[in-house]
T-cell receptor
Framework: KNEVEQSPQNLTAQEGEFITINCSYSVGISALHWLQQHPGGGIVSLFMLSSGKKKHGRLIATINIQEKHSSLHITASHPRDSAVYICAVREGGATNKLIFGTGTLLAVQP | DAGITQSPRYKITETGRQVTLMCHQT?????MFWYRQDLGHGLRLIYYSAAADITDKGEVPDGYVVSRSKTENFPLTLESATRSQTSVYFC?????????????FGPGTRLTVT
């Protein structure tokens, strides 16, 4: 069993829909990251959070440390949101290495 | 240019050949990382470096060699390439200390071993 599980693996939505991507993890962490990878490969960081909720534009990330679960929400989805969304958890310790989920492929259709 | 760059962006090589992938960052970040990305797997850590001349193995180090003689460069060498090393390779870097936990990724190198 992977230490970081994402669901769904694939998601197709219509423009304007509210989207939720889930991430569950089984290890102790110091923080959780959400990343976005567009076609063509570039990976950018969206959020880093260790508790509660963060919002940036139409994106909202939440984390429940007790339940070892995080969600990424996209409100009013747009075709330009189409990408792979990756959850990664940061281990504690000196190196703070990341453990990655396998990603959720989102396609938003106009 | 500022940021983190990788070269080459695409590489095709034959089984048994030595290949070196380059990574360069301009932020003077202490930490640098090499990952590979394959279908069905998340990004997997190959090697990382906490500073110049300090490197350590990640999750999948076999068949790879790294060095870090300068802070800004972190080359990854496949000593004798195998087909199983066909993958997309990402380099990343981050600073050291509290508040410097975000990793910045290079654009990736798509490597095909025939």
């Amino acid at each position: 069993k992977n230490e970081v599980e994402q669901s769904p693996q694939n998601l197709t939505a219509q423009e304007g829909e509210f989207i939720t991507i889930n991430c569950s993890y089984s290890v102790g962490i110091s923080a959780l990251h959400w990343l976005q990878q567009h076609p063509g490969g570039g990976i950018v960081s969206l959020f880093m959070l260790s508790s509660g909720k963060k919002k940036h534009g139409r994106l909202i990330a939440t984390i429940n440390i007790q339940e070892k679960h995080s969600s990424l929400h996209i409100t009013a989805s747009h075709p330009r949101d189409s990408a792979v969304y990756i959850c990664a958890v940061r281990e504690g310790g000196a190196t703070n290495k990341l453990i990655f989920g396998t990603g959720t492929l989102l396609a938003v259709q106009p | 240019d500022a940021g983190i760059t990788q070269s080459p962006r695409y590489k095709i090589t034959e089984t048994g050949r030595q290949v070196t992938l380059m990574c360069h960052q301009t932020w003077s970040h202490s930490y640098m990382f090499w990952y590979r990305q394959d279908l069905g797997h998340g990004l997997r850590l190959i090697y990382y470096s906490a500073a110049a001349d300090i490197t350590d193995k990640g999750e999948v180090p076999d068949g790879y060699v790294v060095s870090r003689s300068k802070t800004e460069n972190f080359p990854l060498t496949l000593e004798s390439a195998t087909r199983s090393q066909t993958s997309v390779y990402f380099c990343a870097s981050r600073g050291q200390g509290l508040g410097f936990y975000e990793q910045y990724f290079g654009p990736g190198t798509r490597l095909t071993v025939t």
